[in-house]
T-cell receptor, first 116, second 114 residues
């Protein structure tokens, strides 16, 4: 099956710093990737759709200047949390759909962000 | 509007008993339906999907799901639960717009008691 990796798996940072999270499709090309946020024991919240070679599409209520997304290649999307605050602490998960699998989404293992 | 409902926040079942995790959906046209499982502090893993064909779909780890068009349901089932099945289960349907998104249920926490 298709594999998606995420790095780092866990990051702790100080308030006011920026953190970059990488999402890679290892064995397929992904023109689209999705970024989710998940609070403890809660559902997934879609933050944005990352589009290779063009601007990301953000969901309503998600600050695009706060959560910068770059999809520079067919296998890599990055999410940068700028000027992080404790309320940004969360579990961030990326996924990539595979067209030949009816757009079944393949998920990265997630990144646990803790902002002190 | 398109939506997915998982009516139970939590399901408890004894090991060895059959389990059912419920999901209903609302979408125009023919639905593409998915079940995913999430173990603690992990990403989501695909369990099974319904695209077309047989209403009973078999998936990973002994799980299966039955697509019922008249009831707009896609309940997840397993004949004999294992303690290791304890996890968070998500049902999803593909958005019918041209955006490749999935519309997610809120998740059901399954606890299998030894």
């Amino acid at each position: 099956g298709a594999v998606v990796s995420q790095h780092p798996s866990r990051v702790i940072c100080k308030s006011g710093t920026s953190v970059k999270i990488e999402c890679r499709s290892l064995d397929f090309q992904a023109t689209t990737m999705f970024w989710y946020r998940q609070f403890p024991k809660q559902s997934l919240m879609l933050m944005a759709t990352s589009n290779e070679g063009s601007k990301a599409t953000y969901e309503q209520g998600v600050e695009k200047d706060k959560f910068l997304i770059n999809h520079a290649s067919l296998t890599l999307s990055t999410l940068t949390v700028t000027s992080a605050h404790p309320e940004d602490s969360s579990f961030y998960i990326c996924s990539a759909p595979l067209a030949k699998a009816y757009n079944e989404q393949f998920f990265g293992p997630g990144t646990r962000l803790t902002v002190l | 509007a398109q939506s997915v409902a998982q009516p139970e926040d939590q399901v408890n079942v004894a090991e060895g008993n059959p389990l059912t995790v419920k999901c209903t959906y609302s979408v125009s046209g023919n639905p593409y339906l998915f079940w995913y499982v999430q173990y603690p502090n992990r990403g989501l893993q695909f369990l099974l999907k319904y695209i077309t064909g047989d209403n009973l779909v078999k998936g990973s780890y002994g799980f299966e799901a039955e697509f019922n068009k008249s009831q707009t349901s896609f309940h997840l089932k397993k004949p004999s639960a294992l303690v290791s099945d304890s996890a968070l289960y998500f049902c999803a349907v593909r958005d019918t717009g041209n955006n490749r998104k999935l519309i997610w249920g809120l998740g059901t926490s399954l606890a299998v008691n030894p």
